[in-house]
């Protein structure tokens, strides 16, 4: 593509080259008007110009795929891209005719996604594949236990591409509280894609930055207590991709949660009504005097404005059917336990 840039522009400056540029001594006498005209005339052809590498390279088979941003594709990563925090990254490798490149990266405190296209050289009669699984990633030279997920697919300039996705919480090496650093750098490797086998590896200096930025942390410490259950919000946590809330249950010690009253999940409202997610009661049991206590976290989707408060709803599970080897339940609400939490920035 480089080559392609290099040449047009060796072209242009060859017939700029065969014809000096003189300036009349006239010019100077012109009128406004017609200076005024001859300025327009030459933004006018620089616009052409301009148009010109526009058009060749936006519609060139080489850079379709890098045109579009891949992780605005996706509905998890969509609004991440509409709010301008995935970073533009521009870097491959190329061996044996297939080139891998990175084009965008979202990363915050406990997440990390990019995007990857494969191409191959014009000759390739066979195009192997790349699967997700054989995507290794390191930070800082330590290589991750697994990326949590990955898809592709064909494109519609038929290269390959699609997203690899990585969340701490679910590496089971690492600790829970774990998060990934302000800056750090990020190296992919691919060993094999399919048959063929070599080193396609990648080197990406990463940064938070953007997401720290876009970050919003609340400390509300709202409780709710009816018949000696108390729930607590102590903290949440609005990070672009996703949002964390840390709660803290206290139940009596006769309390079972196998019970079809007992609480089993939290979900979560925003302001507007809109579902954020649900999530399962955890964390490990501590006895307090006559309580047991459970402190955890969940995580649920990040809404496209930051609400003024979160509305949170309590479910027991209700049996839906059943068949000869699985049980269907459904979350009902347990209203003398729903709250909601306001949100107060105490920055402003």
């Known amino acids: 593509m480089n080559g392609s840039i290099d040449d047009l522009l060796k072209n242009s400056a060859d017939l700029v080259n065969q014809k000096k540029l003189t300036l009349e001594k006239g010019y100077l006498k012109k ?42 594709l996706e509905s998890l990563t969509k609004q991440i891209v ?6 533009p990254v521009g870097k491959g490798v190329s061996k044996q005719g297939i080139s891998l490149n990175v084009e965008n990266l979202y990363v915050d405190q406990n997440e990390l996604v990019f995007d990857m296209v494969q191409s191959y050289t014009k000759d390739m009669e066979y195009k192997p594949a790349l699967n997700s699984n054989d995507v290794q990633l390191y930070i800082n030279g330590k290589k991750l236990e697994s990326h949590s997920g990955g898809e592709f697919h064909t494109l519609q300039d038929g290269n390959y591409g699609g997203i690899v996705y990585y969340n701490v919480v679910y590496d089971n090496k690492l600790e829970q509280k774990m998060i990934l650093p ?4 990020l ?33 509300p410490i709202v409780s709710k207590k009816v018949d000696g259950v108390t729930i607590t919000v102590s903290k949440v946590v609005f990070r672009p991709l996703s949002t964390y809330i840390e709660y803290e ?22 302001d507007k009504g809109n579902t954020l997610g649900t999530g399962s ?8 005097g006559s309580m047991k206590m459970y402190r955890f976290t969940n995580e649920y989707h990040t809404p496209k404005e930051l609400p003024d408060h979160l509305q949170i709803i309590p479910q027991r ?8 080897s699985v049980v269907y339940y459904r979350g009902e609400a347990i209203e003398k336990l729903i709250f909601n939490v306001p949100l107060i920035d105490n920055n402003k």
């Not at 094999?192 to 080193?199: P, Y």
């Not at 249950?249 to 925003?270: C, E, H, M, R, W």
């Open 31 to 72: 009128t406004p008007g017609v200076r005024q005209l001859n300025k327009r005339l030459i933004a006018l052809s620089l616009s052409m110009v301009i148009c010109f590498f526009v058009i060749t390279l936006a519609y060139s088979p080489q850079v379709l795929a890098y045109v579009a941003n891949l992780l605005s």
């Open 82 to 87: 509409e709010k301008g925090l995935s970073t």
């Open 182 to 185: 302000e800056e750090f750098q």
């Open 187 to 219: 190296t992919i490797k691919v060993n094999k894609i399919e048959s063929f086998q070599d080193n396609w590896i990648i080197d990406i200096p990463v940064s938070r930055k953007l997401s720290d930025h876009a970050t919003k942390t609340y400390e």
């Open 249 to 270: 249950i206290a139940v009596p010690l006769n309390y079972s949660f196998t019970d079809n009253s007992s609480i089993s999940n939290i979900q979560v409202k925003d």
């Open 281 to 288: 009661i955890g964390g490990e049991e501590k006895k307090e």
């Open 317 to 324: 599970k209700i049996e839906e059917k059943r068949t000869d």
